[in-house]
């Protein structure tokens, strides 16, 4: 049978668009035409082809693909070959050869493709959370709300989940806030690309590729009770010039009072939409999924014929293309000044309008540089990141801030807010060596909060002397909240006070002094209180004597970089980790089958965690044989007996002798022996196991056989044969 995964190796994929590496896809593109950083709509053609080859003679064979585009509420397929509907109402190609045509000619599908980005659309937000009509969750949809073989679900995943989207305003607003937090926590990692990794192992260690993306946001979210589905198919990244089509994976979340299923690209960071260069060929629950099957029937006076196929890249057509377009523009609101000082900040506000007809997140962007021909001027980001996400429902707009500090006097800095690569709102800020108009000073209450609890931050303001004779309000706004609190302006400093849930978001700044503060606290995980937050990772099941890794990860909890020693097993090591989490690898080894407990002890200066992790102790796979010892010629005589694997499966087998090279049957045990085929000769069973963590290996038993053929021994052996058959007849 050939790979499950032939064509649809969705793992090749980037972190961003411009960035996406493909490796050996094809993109043919008509004309001059190029691929639009974001068409509103495309139309492609695909052509996907392959060959077979056959050793044997069957009487009618089939191969069924799902490696084409489906079609679904935002894109439309038609396939020059008959395609019939399958597993979780996918449809797929069917090929068939019957007796006396050959399945080694080629095969090929061209498919006529077009995609609307805008037509799977969500208008507003559904309850979260999450209620189904009449109370009832839809028959089949179980699947979409559990866990599978790479959608595991734990506690620990549960919990940043319910952490993530505490307060959500309702199902998009949850999705959101999952798919957000994934793709700004995910590293994307090339050396995964020909793995998946289980989202339990994804959530420690924040690596992988589109997979590991998609896995992770949907053991998210199935944690919370959102239904969820993996979805796969091809997308464009890279330049409108250099570009091309690869294999990518996504998600789908279904909003069951109307929505129906939204994509969202975590890997991306499109939620609640995908552009119209993704082609979905599938979905199902998780990369899982079986892409391709082959069944055959063959003469019973036969030996079983073998089949293998080989796919070749779809080539992609670009027919025609709408014009890009932008869904979010951006407007900078409060850019609070043309003018700022040495030492001073600048609040930079912008409005990114959501200007289609359905709801969706995006990444925007925010620049500030100096004079095109001088380099930077020290100019320096205070709060905020150089991209965020906007998320609105059609007509409405998301605010987002940033602070500007910094700077050398006698230059002018542009400050530009992106909403795509097309549109844009900038102002110009002037830098000059005044005195400082005012500080702000901030602390809060404890020195340690849980995050999300409420926290108290005291903000001291005092205007400078500039400033501090004249009658007039000072304003504080908190950053992350934007709550705003006034206090009359005088000599002496002014104290607020703000409650706000504790995060690494709160920050305060006040217009009027063009001051800027962030308080410190140790910020903690929830259910720590040591300031610091630890996991270990080991596979539930290992093989005894065999080597396995063991990552324990450990993240500073308010952000600031610690030393951390890691002890396992008699084995130390140390590190500097922060906000971003370290991983500690151990390579190890465990006797002693059944159940055991790994214990890891990590240190800080914030105290200690003891970790421990329950894994089961597998007895190792054995291979078992029994050969025969003596054999004759011109008969054909089962040389191997009884192929079984001890704790594990057989996968298949080889028996090589040394007078015919590989001899082939169900069995692995039957052939012909030649009539000079005397003396000994050995025989070599080469079997693929399978062991109790599922990974295959190839072991091998050897033995001796003798070939009877001496002259008189077989003349009797021959004359005993006769007989013996002539009295079973009777």
Not at 333 to 352: C, P
Not at 609 to 617: A, D, K, Y
Not at 704 to 727: M, Q, T, V
């Amino acid at each position: 049978m050939a790979s499950a995964r032939l064509m649809l190796l969705f793992c090749v994929c980037s972190a961003v668009l411009s960035a996406l590496c493909i490796q050996g896809s094809v993109v043919v593109l008509a004309s001059d035409l190029m691929m639009p950083g974001d068409p509103e709509w495309i139309n492609l053609s695909l052509v996907f082809s392959g060959s077979a080859s056959v050793s044997g003679t069957i009487s009618h064979a089939t191969l069924s693909t799902y490696s084409i585009p489906q079609n679904d509420n935002r894109q439309t397929a038609s396939c020059s070959v008959k395609t019939l509907e399958g597993e979780e109402g996918n449809r797929y190609a069917k090929f068939e050869w019957n007796a006396g045509e050959s399945p080694s000619d080629e095969y090929s599908c061209n498919v006529m493709i077009d995609v609307n980005a805008a037509s799977a659309s969500l208008t507003h937000d559904e309850p979260y959370p999450v209620v189904f009509p009449e109370g009832t969750v839809p028959a089949g949809f179980d699947k979409y709300l559990t866990g599978s073989e790479f959608v595991v679900i734990n506690d620990d995943i549960r919990h940043e989940a319910e952490l993530v989207t505490k307060g959500a305003s309702g199902e998009f607003d949850a999705a959101s806030r999952v798919c957000g937090w994934v793709n700004s926590v995910m590293t994307y990692d090339s050396a995964l690309i020909d793995s998946i990794v289980p989202s339990d192992k994804v959530f420690i260690e924040h690596r992988g590729a589109c997979d590991e993306y998609s896995h992770l946001a949907l053991a998210m979210l199935r944690s919370l009770g959102i239904p969820s589905r993996y979805a796969a198919g091809y997308a464009y990244g890279g330049s409108r010039r250099e570009g091309s089509f690869g294999p990518h994976a996504w998600i789908e979340v279904y909003f069951p009072n109307g929505g129906g299923w939204i994509p969202f690209d975590p890997t991306y960071a499109q939620l609640g939409f995908i552009d119209s260069s993704h082609v979905k060929f599938y979905h199902s629950v998780d990369e899982s999924f079986n892409v391709k099957s082959t069944e055959y029937n063959y003469p019973s006076d036969s030996q079983k014929p073998i089949i293998s196929w080989t796919d070749s890249e779809p080539v992609i057509t670009i027919l025609k293309s709408g014009a890009p377009f932008t869904p979010f523009s951006a407007k900078i609101v409060g850019a609070n000044s043309s003018v700022m000082n040495i030492g001073e900040s600048v609040l930079v506000e912008a409005d990114f309008r959501n200007d289609w007809t359905r709801a969706m997140c995006e990444k925007v962007a925010f620049a500030y540089k100096t004079d095109i021909l001088r380099p930077s001027q020290n100019l320096k980001l205070d709060y905020g990141e150089d991209d965020e996400l906007a998320c609105a429902f059609p007509g409405k707009s998301d605010r987002l801030r940033w602070v500007v500090g910094g700077g050398t006097a006698g230059y002018e800095f542009t400050i530009r807010a992106y909403a795509g690569s097309l549109e844009f709102d900038q102002a110009s800020i002037s830098i000059y060596d005044s005195p400082v108009r005012g500080s702000l000073s901030s602390s809060f209450e404890k020195s340690s909060y849980t995050e999300g609890e409420p926290a108290v931050a005291t903000v001291s303001a005092k205007a400078g002397k500039s400033t501090g004779n004249k009658k007039g309000t000072i304003s504080v706004m908190e950053l992350s909240t934007g709550e705003v609190k006034n206090v009359e302006s005088g000599g002496d400093e002014k104290t607020l006070e703000f409650t706000v849930p504790a995060s690494d978001d709160v920050a305060f700044y006040s217009p009027e002094l063009f001051a800027f503060t962030k308080p410190d606290a140790v910020l903690l995980a929830p259910g720590n209180s040591i300031g610091f937050d630890a996991s270990i990772y080991a596979p539930k099941v290992v093989v005894n004597g065999k080597h396995f890794l063991v990552n324990v990860s450990v993240t500073a909890s308010n952000g600031t970089p610690i030393l951390a020693t890691v002890e396992f097993l008699g084995t130390q090591a140390s590190g500097t980790v922060s906000r971003n989490n370290y991983t500690f690898t151990f390579n190890t080894s465990l006797s002693d089958s059944g159940s055991q407990t790994l214990e890891a002890i990590v240190r800080t200066s914030y105290g200690s965690l003891t970790l421990s992790r329950p894994v089961w102790v597998a007895e190792p796979s054995v291979l078992n044989v029994r050969f025969v010892n003596t054999a004759y010629p011109d008969e054909e005589t089962v040389l191997v007996e009884n192929v079984s694997v001890s704790n594990g499966e057989l996968l298949n087998a080889t028996l090589k002798t040394g007078w015919d090279g590989n001899a082939y049957d169900d069995a692995y045990s039957r052939v012909s022996i030649w009539k000079n085929a005397c003396g000994t000769q050995i025989l070599t069973l080469t079997a693929s196991l399978k062991d109790a963590t599922n990974a295959t290996y190839e072991q091998t038993a050897t033995s001796s056989i003798k070939i009877e053929c001496g002259f008189l021994e077989n003349i009797i052996r021959k004359i005993a044969n006769f007989f013996s058959s002539l009295f079973a007849k009777k």
